[in-house]
Structures are given as C-alpha cells and as structure tokens.
C-alpha cells in the first residue's frame, strides 16, 4: 500500500504564497503532481511534472504556480504565488504513469488551502 504525506497547506492572504509538499514512501509512478477540488466543485487538474522534469500546467495554475519534484526523495512540491480566493480546496498529490493518466494517491488526506480576500 502506498503511502503518502501531504503538507503545506494553510491560510493566507490574496496574493500571498505557500508552498505544498507530498512525500511518497514508495514509488508511485513517473509522473506526480497535483489536484484539487473545492467544496460543490469537481476535481481539477493543478500541475503534474514527469520524472525527467517536464511539466504540464491546468489554467488556474499558469504563470503562478510552479511544481518541482525531488526524485531521490520522492517529493513533488507545489510553489504557489499570487494566491486568489478561488483557490481556496483541498488538494491532492497525485502519481501516475503519465501526466494524462496521473489520479490522487490513495490514502492521502489531502492538503487544505485557504485563501482568503
């Protein structure tokens, strides 16, 4: 079973940043990254980044957020700028063969994010 440590999540301002980490203890697969989904919402695509680094980003996410991921420690991050309220979900970190076939983790909690105007 696969296990999963989401963090970074909290509240903060709009325009402000946070940061998102998500440790797997085992290998999920090539591609990881991230998803989230509001309250009344359907899920959404944030950003997914293949093993070699490239990376694929959903609308909302473009020109403000950034996802990097550590290989050797199997860690994706989520550096997310100029935060707007709509932001506001839970997300999920994700793994899949590839970006395209990428679903959350099974067993992750989530991560809250709470943007506030």
């Known amino acids: 079973q696969v296990q999963v440590e989401e963090s970074g999540g909290g509240t903060a301002q709009a325009g402000g940043s946070l940061r998102l980490s998500c440790t797997t203890r085992?290998?999920?697969?090539?591609?990881m990254g991230w998803f989230r989904q509001a309250p009344g919402k359907d899920r959404e695509f944030v950003a997914g980044?293949?093993?070699?680094?490239?990376?694929w980003y959903g609308d909302p996410a473009k020109g403000r957020f950034t996802i990097a991921r550590d290989n050797a420690k199997n860690t994706v991050y989520l550096q997310m700028n100029r935060l707007k309220p709509e932001d506001t979900a839970v997300y999920y970190c994700?793994?899949?063969?590839?970006?395209?076939?990428?679903?959350?983790?099974?067993g992750g909690q989530g991560t809250q994010v709470t943007v506030s105007s």
């Open positions: 980044i293949t093993l070699s680094g490239g990376t």
């Open positions: 085992t290998f999920s697969g090539s591609a």
């Open positions: 994700a793994a899949g063969d590839t970006i395209a076939t990428m679903t959350p983790i099974l």
